[in-house]
């Protein structure tokens, strides 16, 4: 079925050390994977993206690593800010629905000062 | 800061009222998107335009009713809403719709159907 990501999770990380987040998908066809951050009352701001015939990708502070022996996604923040608080979605382009986009359940970051 | 607009931001209508929400970009996207989003949960596809034609409609209920009068403006007509339809709206745009364009999100409008 249409599943991508597992429930809500909470992560709380100490500010200055660095976030891991995960995401399993469930779509083995799935060719493009987005992560999104979403802070309260806001929509969804994109972060990074990686194609399926990459297995990483570095942005500023930002890395996506993607396993697809095991249909996982990782988001790797440095040095998290209190600026990082929010919600974490990763998204995954599923061809075989029509080029629809799909997310997973989301993970909070919290981060302590 | 996001380039697609939404307005309004915050709307409350009664069951029995018709309203849209509308979406704007010129970032020269020929895909657009409504996407609905409840508390605590991911956003989840309703509709997709692809060169101003309605490709993708998620089996969504009539009374929401989609229009793009053109490339750079799309709107969400609303009538005869039920109260779980209350809801983050979501409106996004993408450069075309699959693979690899990535697809940009605006700030939401936040509906209350009472």
């Known amino acids: 079925g249409e599943s991508v990501g597992l429930h809500l999770p909470t992560l709380s990380v100490q500010e200055g050390d660095n976030s891991i987040i995960n995401c399993a998908y469930s779509?083995?066809?799935?060719?493009?994977f987005i992560w999104y951050k979403q802070e309260s009352g806001k929509g969804p701001q994109f972060i990074i993206d990686i194609r399926s015939n990459m297995d990483k990708r570095q942005g500023q502070r930002v890395t996506v690593l993607l396993n697809k022996t095991v249909k996982h996604l990782s988001l790797q923040i440095a040095a998290t800010q209190p600026g990082d608080s929010a919600v974490y979605f990763c998204?995954?382009?599923?061809?075989?629905?029509?080029?629809?986009?799909?997310f997973g359940a989301g993970t909070i970051l919290r981060v302590k000062s | 800061d996001t380039e697609v607009t939404q307005t309004p931001k915050h709307l409350v209508m009664g069951m029995t009222n018709k309203k849209s929400l509308k979406c704007e970009q010129h970032m020269g996207h020929r895909a657009m998107y409504w996407y609905k989003q409840k508390a605590k949960k991911p956003p989840e596809l309703m509709f997709v335009?692809?060169?101003?034609?309605?490709?993708i409609n998620e089996s969504v209920p009539s009374r929401f009713s989609p229009e793009c009068p053109n490339s750079s403006l799309l709107n969400l007509h609303l009538h005869a809403l039920q109260p779980e339809d209350s809801a983050l709206y979501l409106c996004?745009?993408?450069?075309?719709?699959?693979?690899?364009?990535?697809?940009?999100f605006g700030e939401g409008s936040w509906l209350t159907v009472v």
């Open positions: 335009y692809s060169y101003e034609k309605l490709s």
């Open positions: 779509n083995s066809a799935s060719d493009y």
């Open positions: 998204a995954e382009n599923v061809r075989e629905y029509g080029n629809k986009l799909v």
């Open positions: 996004a745009s993408s450069q075309l719709h699959g693979q690899g364009n990535t697809i940009y």
